[in-house]
């Protein structure tokens, strides 16, 4: 394929995209850009590859926000696809269920599959399949391609996906999923370009951000991972819980009287690194204060993320290689200590130097566990992905229009 992609990100509150020009099996960065803060102070900031600042302004909350924002983009892409048209777009989709393992060219009929897994995943399928349909309305002659955060994981270990509830649910599909594919598909790639002797190593790769998971990994492949059937399980996160008892949600309902819709609010929105600190779900914020609560969630966050990742090892029976990306496990040295200390047991020896330089290898020589940063890069792996799926699809004579 020769021409331009664009891949969309779309959170809960930002919306990011990447402009990359494709010939062949080459992808070059043309632009990056982001709206943050959509729901409540607006800001678009673009910049060329290189740097060079196209626009960062503040805009307007509006009523029809999500059309706006995909006409801004389609007006800063202008230029830039004057002599490379636009050939598709791919949309990172967070819920595939159980029936995508790919990418996929969309359709009607898929993205009616899709909304139905909503309720799985309330905080970012809405905003994925919003855009799905407004580039459908605007651009309806562009192929669209989903490249979904579930996909990476589904052929982990069978008795890591189920849970041990009735067989009536399992059949209907509840079971575990996990999420934060494309990072782990860019990582997984990573350990191979590095070494074919790395990617064989048993590595649990720790992806925290805002929102936070880790992954057991061997030869390229998802063994476990810690969130489940929707992305609140697992690690403690910027606002989500992560892993409680389902016995807590009951006994919230009964006696405290909350309902469904309150729980799921407080259990996504209010809880995590916010919920504890009462200050905020950014962890800069909370490095910055002197506030007790605010060292009492950087505690918990860290004794909660060693024991999520023993979880991982047993699953593996062991760990020769450890990832830390995303976020926080890209930029903070002081988190990665606190990790690392607390895996010791492990054979976990941190060489504090490389660590506080954000270095490639952050081990000491002797440590029984490699430790490693590796910056994690999900709208190349959504690039990849959605020229692979309609080449594919053009090779086979198919119409990859949306329409
Ligand atoms: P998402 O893409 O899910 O929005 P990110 O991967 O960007 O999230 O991670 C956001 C988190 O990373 C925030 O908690 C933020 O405070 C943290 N973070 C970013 N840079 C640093 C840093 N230099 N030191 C500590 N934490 C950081």
Known sequence: ????????????????????????????????????????????????AGGKEICNFDLEIGEHMQEDMLERIFSVIKPYTASRPLQAVGHRVLHGGGRFADPVLLNDEIVEYL???????????PANLASIKLFRRIRPDLPQVACFDTAFHVNIDERAARYPIPLEYEAKGYRRFGFHGLSYTYIADRLREISEYLVKKRTVVAHLG???????????K?????????????LMMGTRSG?????????LMEAENLSPAEIKHMLYYKSGLLGVSGISGDLRVLMASEDPNAKKAIDLFVFRACRELSIMVATMQGMESLVFSAGIGENSPVIRKLICERLAWLGVQLDDEANNANAE??????????????????EIVLARQTS????????AGQDVAYA
């Open 1 to 48: 394929m020769n021409g331009t992609i664009l891949a969309l990100n779309a959170g809960s509150s930002s919306l990011k995209f990447r402009l990359y020009e494709v010939e062949g099996d080459k992808f070059t960065l043309v632009l990056r850009g982001q709206f943050d803060g959509v729901n409540e102070n607006p800001h678009l900031s673009v910049k060329e």
């Open 115 to 125: 909304e139905t897994l909503i309720p799985m995943g309330p905080l970012h399928q």
């Open 210 to 220: 805002s929102g936070s998971s880790m992954c057991a990994m061997r030869n390229g």
């Open 222 to 234: 998802a063994i476990d991972t810690t969130m489940g059937l929707t992305p609140l399980g697992g």
């Open 243 to 251: 892993t409680v008892d389902p016995g807590l949600v009951l006994t």
């Open 361 to 378: 290898i952050i081990s000491c020589p002797e440590s029984r566990v490699e430790v490693r940063v590796i910056p994690t890069d999900e």
């Open 388 to 395: 692979r799926v309609v080449s594919e699809a053009l090779a």
